[in-house]
Structures are given as structure tokens and as C-alpha cells.
């Protein structure tokens, strides 16, 4: 249900609050909330936290990144290429999630569930970085607008 809510509000939002906010602010709630259920978790708090923390990070994964990334691919390619690039762009989506899906277990069986979560914590916060450095906001902006951002 959160995933669901979450997703909804961020494509009935996307257009009035625009893509940069929602990935910048969603993943760095997500990064705290990785980082904090690691901290829980190594500290041995109650499960209720860790749920609550876990509840979070699933409504701000669907509320930036699975709500935005889907309405902003297209929009980042310029139109030569459009197709090609957000076919690949996908597969790499789809990879990257089967790889970390996989791994994970693997990866806290050798390290601990507390360091997957910190592994997870620094990862998003490589995202909200890059998301701030490099993401251009398209809101408002024709595709042709779009293109010229890049070309410049």
C-alpha cells in the first residue's frame, strides 16, 4: 500500500513539484533511511522502528526514483536516439536491480544485514549527488528545450 500510494502522488505531483526535487529529496530520504536502519539494526533497537524506517524508505524509493525515472528518461535523449537509449537505459534499470536482488542475501550472509543497509545508504547517497550535480529539471520544458541543454 505504501509503494502504491507513494507511486501515485509522485505522477500526480511530478509535473507541479518537478523531476529534480523529487529525486534530490526522495533519495536523500532514502539514504538517511538506509543509514538510520542500519544504525537500529547494529544497535539492536525494537523491530517496530526498523519497520517504521523500512515503511520510509518505500514510500520515498516510489515517491522519487520509480515515480520520476520513468517520466524522465524519455525526456533526457534527444530525439535521433530516443527509442535506442531508453531501451537501454531500461535494461540497465531491470539489470541492476536483478544483480543488487541477487547479491543481497550473498552480501549479508558474508557482512551482516547492518553493512548491506550502510552499502545501500552510500549508494543512494551516490545517487542524490549525481541526481544534484548532474540532472537537469525538464519540467515545463519542451523536449526540443531539453536537447539544448545537453548540446550547450
Not at 5 to 18: P, Q
Not at 81 to 88: D, E, P
Amino acid at each position: 500500500m505504501i509503494n502504491l500510494l507513494a507511486t501515485l502522488v509522485a505522477i500526480w505531483k511530478v509535473d507541479r513539484w518537478g523531476r529534480r526535487p523529487l529525486l534530490i529529496w526522495g533519495m536523500a530520504l532514502v539514504t538517511a533511511a538506509m543509514a538510520l536502519t542500519a544504525i537500529l539494526l547494529l544497535l539492536k533497537a525494537p523491530a517496530i522502528w526498523i519497520v517504521v524506517l523500512l515503511c520510509l524508505y518505500m514510500g520515498c524509493v516510489a515517491l522519487s526514483i520509480c515515480g520520476v525515472i520513468w517520466v524522465l528518461l524519455p525526456e533526457i535523449f534527444p530525439n535521433r536516439i530516443r527509442g535506442r537509449a531508453v531501451s537501454i537505459a531500461t535494461f540497465a534499470v531491470w539489470t541492476t536491480n536483478t544483480i543488487a536482488t541477487l547479491l543481497f542475501p550473498l552480501y549479508v550472509e558474508e557482512y551482516g544485514v547492518h553493512t548491506g543497509f550502510f552499502t545501500f545508504a552510500g549508494l543512494c547517497l551516490a545517487a542524490t549527488l549525481f541526481f544534484w550535480r548532474l540532472v537537469p529539471e525538464t519540467k515545463g520544458k519542451s523536449l526540443e528545450e531539453i536537447e539544448q541543454h545537453w548540446v550547450r
